[in-house]
């Protein structure tokens, strides 16, 4: 609700706005659905802290291959 309200109140483009409040809103589908796994992991004996350390080392693994992935991160990695 921040980034709306913010975003109407900015100046620039609507268009880049809208783009990356739906960016946020899918980051936080697709990497905060941590409950799950988690409650799985619990259930067959895992430790919880254990589980953390390996999800979180996972999602630092996999954000940099994500955005790498896409032609729009081509820029970003040739900038200085």
Not at 22 to 42: D, W
Request: aromatic residues 12%.
């Amino acid at each position: 609700m921040l980034a709306v309200a913010t975003a109407e109140r900015a100046s620039g483009s609507s268009d880049k706005a809208i783009i990356g409040i739906v960016a946020a809103l899918s980051a936080g589908v697709l990497l905060g659905t941590m409950y799950i796994p988690y409650r799985k992991a619990y259930i067959s004996g895992m430790n919880p802290l254990s589980f953390v350390t390996v999800f979180t080392f996972g999602e630092l693994g996999t954000i940099p291959l994500w955005a790498g992935s896409f032609m729009a991160a081509a820029p970003v990695w040739g900038a200085r």
